[in-house]
């Protein structure tokens, strides 16, 4: 579950609001007075058009920023106010895809997928069966010994893919996941997705992508400005159900 109240960010150092006497001119917050709470185990789309908060939202909910002002409970944690290890342990629950992928250049693709699993103590034969059935899920196996700099876009956003869903996390976050992929990838990424969130994860996708959002209208946090475009009622001129008729799979297949 993830439940924003009255959340304001606005980046950088000295993130609260400027005072009256502080000098600063007011530039106005990245996100504004941001209010919504998303279930345990359902799939909402973040959507609005460039420059309107998506990643920023993604990067509150991912536990790397703090809010300004108004709180935040993920997973059941408030972040602002845990100390460092507590906050490094929900991270460790959190699949992020970020739009920059954040791929590390020194470790090959095995490596970069395994390093979750690394990072949270799990031991070997358990990371050799994970990282080897995602890899092949992936279609990555072959260039399984590659580094970051000689894969291909749609690969290196793959091995993102493959480093976030790795540890089966409570909440995955991405941010257009779907950028560098051919369509019929998009399709079975956002499938995945889905039985992720059947299976109980909280799935949150940020995407510009049209198509898959005619083809899937789920429940959506939709911002402009910064500001929540519509109060988000699950339900809402929404299918939650999450199926997708054999009309709307052409349209994503086109
Ligand atoms: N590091 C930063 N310092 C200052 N302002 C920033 C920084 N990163 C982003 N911004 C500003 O914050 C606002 C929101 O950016 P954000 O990246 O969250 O939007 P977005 O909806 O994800 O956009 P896009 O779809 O283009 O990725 C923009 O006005 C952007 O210029």
Same mark, same amino acid.
């Given at each position: 579950?993830?439940?924003?109240?009255?959340?304001?960010?606005?980046?950088?150092?000295?993130?609260?609001?400027?005072?009256?006497?502080?000098?600063?001119? +007011?530039?106005?917050?990245?996100?504004?007075?941001? $209010?919504?709470? #998303?279930?345990?185990? /359902?799939?909402? !789309?973040?959507? $609005?058009?460039?420059?309107?908060?998506?990643?920023?939202?993604?990067?509150?909910?991912?536990?790397?920023?703090?809010?300004?002002?108004?709180?935040?409970?993920? %997973?059941?944690?408030?972040?602002?106010?845990?100390?460092?290890?507590?906050?490094?342990?929900?991270?460790?629950?959190?699949?992020?895809?970020?739009?920059?992928?954040? %791929?590390? =250049?020194?470790?090959?693709?095995?490596?970069? #997928?395994?390093?979750?699993?690394?990072? /949270?103590? @799990?031991?070997?034969?358990?990371?050799?069966?994970?990282?080897?059935?995602?890899?092949? !899920?992936?279609?990555?196996?072959?260039?399984?010994?590659?580094?970051?700099? &000689? %894969?291909?876009? $749609? @690969?290196?956003?793959?091995?993102?893919? +493959?480093?976030?869903?790795?540890?089966?996390?409570?909440?995955?976050? /991405?941010?257009?996941?779907?950028? &560098?992929?051919? @369509?019929?990838?998009? !399709?079975?990424?956002? @499938? &995945?997705?889905? /039985?992720?969130?059947?299976?109980? *994860?909280?799935?949150?996708?940020? *995407?510009?992508?049209?198509?898959?959002?005619? +083809?899937?209208?789920?429940?959506?946090?939709? %911002?402009?400005?910064?500001?929540?475009?519509?109060?988000?009622?699950?339900?809402?001129? &929404?299918?939650?159900?999450?199926?997708?008729? =054999?009309?709307?799979?052409?349209?994503? *297949?086109?």
């Amino acid at each position: 579950m993830i439940r924003f109240r009255n959340v304001t960010y606005r980046h950088g150092p000295g993130q609260r609001q400027p005072g009256p006497r502080s000098g600063r001119e +007011a530039v106005p917050p990245v996100l504004d007075n941001i $209010g919504f709470s #998303i279930p345990q185990g /359902a799939f909402y !789309w973040l959507t $609005g058009p460039s420059g309107a908060g998506k990643s920023s939202l993604l990067r509150l909910a991912h536990g790397e920023v703090m809010p300004s002002s108004g709180e935040m409970e993920i %997973l059941g944690v408030n972040p602002a106010r845990v100390g460092r290890r507590q906050r490094a342990q929900l991270r460790q629950r959190i699949g992020f895809i970020p739009q920059d992928l954040r %791929l590390l =250049a020194e470790l090959d693709v095995l490596d970069n #997928i395994a390093l979750p699993l690394r990072l /949270a103590g @799990e031991d070997d034969t358990h990371i050799r069966r994970e990282v080897q059935s995602i890899l092949e !899920w992936l279609g990555l196996g072959p260039k399984r010994h590659r580094y970051p700099d &000689a %894969l291909s876009g $749609g @690969e290196r956003q793959r091995v993102a893919i +493959a480093r976030a869903l790795v540890g089966r996390p409570a909440l995955l976050l /991405a941010d257009e996941p779907t950028n &560098a992929l051919a @369509e019929g990838q998009s !399709w079975q990424l956002i @499938e &995945a997705l889905q /039985a992720l969130s059947r299976s109980g *994860t909280t799935v949150v996708v940020a *995407t510009h992508n049209e198509t898959l959002l005619r +083809a899937l209208p789920l429940p959506s946090i939709a %911002l402009s400005n910064g500001k929540l475009v519509h109060p988000l009622l699950p339900g809402t001129g &929404a299918d939650t159900s999450g199926n997708v008729s =054999a009309s709307d799979r052409t349209l994503l *297949t086109r």
